[in-house]
C-alpha cells in the first residue's frame, strides 16, 4: 500500500506552471498510489465551492479522475482555502478530514495536520486564524455575492502577505511546545504537516521517545512528495519539467 502526501501547491491563476506540474503528476506517479493526502493551501485562495474559476474547476477534474481510477483522495483545510467544503468533496470524490487527525497505514500511524496551529508564536494569526474558523463567520461570508467574496479575499491575501514579511523568520516555524504536545496528546511517534514551506525530516524526542516530524515543502519552483509505504517514508522533491 502506498500513500502519496503533497501541502502547499498554493494553485493560482497567477502561477499555471504548478497547475501544470500537479495535473501531470495526478496523471503519472499517483495513478500508482492507493491514496493521495493533501495537506491543506492546495490552492491560493478558495473563496467557496461555487467560484466557477476556470483553473479551479481543471484542478477539481484532474482530482475527479484521480479518484475515479480508484485513488482514494484526502484532503485538510490549509490557511488558504479552509472554505474547501461539501460541493469539493462530491466534485473531487474526495473526503475531507479533521485537521488534525491521525492515520494509520501499513502498522504505522501518523498525526496529520496542516501545520499553522502549531505556529502558536504568532499571536495575530492566531485570533485571525480562529474568528475564520467560526461557522457563523464562514456562513456569512459565503453568503456574500462572489465578487465581494473576491475582493475581501485579495484584501486579506494581501494583509497576510505583509504580515508573514513583517515578522521574524522563528515566529513563522512551529512552536517545539505546540509540537511536543500534539505528539504528546495523539500518541504518535510520527507527525506529517506542511504550511512552513520548509520541507525537512526532524528527528526529535518527546517524554523520552524519539519521533520523527515530518514537514512536507511548498511547490513553488518544484513538487515536494512523501511517499508513504511498507518501507517508511521518503520525502522527495519533484523537479518542475
Ligand atoms: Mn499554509
Keep these: 500500500m502506498t500513500a502519496l502526501v503533497?501541502?502547499?501547491?498554493?494553485?493560482?491563476?497567477?502561477?499555471?506552471e504548478i497547475a501544470a506540474q500537479f495535473?501531470?503528476?495526478?496523471?503519472?506517479?499517483?495513478?500508482a498510489a492507493d491514496a493521495l493526502y493533501?495537506?491543506?493551501?492546495?490552492?491560493?485562495l478558495w473563496i467557496g465551492d461555487d467560484d466557477p474559476e476556470p483553473g479551479q474547476r481543471a484542478i477539481v477534474g484532474a482530482l475527479r479522475a484521480l479518484s475515479a481510477a480508484g485513488v482514494g483522495l484526502y484532503f485538510l483545510h490549509g490557511n488558504r482555502d479552509f472554505l474547501l467544503g461539501a460541493r469539493f468533496c462530491a466534485a473531487t470524490g474526495g473526503e475531507l478530514l479533521t485537521?488534525?487527525?491521525i492515520v494509520e497505514r501499513d502498522g504505522r500511524r501518523a498525526l496529520v495536520t496542516h501545520g499553522d496551529a502549531?505556529?502558536?508564536?504568532?499571536?495575530?494569526?492566531?485570533?485571525?486564524r480562529a474568528l475564520v474558523?467560526?461557522?457563523?463567520?464562514?456562513?456569512?461570508?459565503?453568503?456574500l455575492d462572489l465578487g465581494v467574496r473576491t475582493m475581501l479575499a485579495r484584501e486579506a491575501r494581501a494583509g497576510s502577505t505583509e504580515h508573514t514579511r513583517a515578522q521574524p523568520a522563528m515566529l513563522m516555524d512551529v512552536n517545539p511546545d505546540a509540537v511536543a504536545a500534539a505528539f504528546r496528546a495523539a500518541g504518535v511517534?510520527?507527525?506529517i504537516h506542511g504550511h512552513t514551506h520548509r520541507p525537512a525530516v526532524h528527528a526529535l524526542e518527546v517524554d523520552g521517545r524519539p519521533r520523527t516530524r515530518i514537514v512536507t515543502g511548498d511547490w513553488y519552483t518544484q513538487g515536494s512528495v512523501l511517499t508513504w509505504d511498507a518501507a517508511g517514508f521518503r520525502l522527495e522533491a519533484l523537479p518542475r519539467p
Design 118 to 128: 502549531l505556529c502558536t508564536d504568532d499571536a495575530p494569526y492566531q485570533r485571525l
Design 38 to 44: 493533501v495537506l491543506g493551501d492546495l490552492f491560493e
Design 6 to 16: 503533497v501541502s502547499d501547491l498554493h494553485l493560482d491563476p497567477a502561477r499555471p
Design 23 to 31: 495535473r501531470a503528476f495526478l496523471e503519472g506517479p499517483a495513478r
Design 133 to 143: 474558523r467560526d461557522p457563523r463567520w464562514q456562513a456569512e461570508f459565503l453568503a
Design 99 to 101: 485537521d488534525p487527525t
Design 189 to 191: 511517534d510520527t507527525l
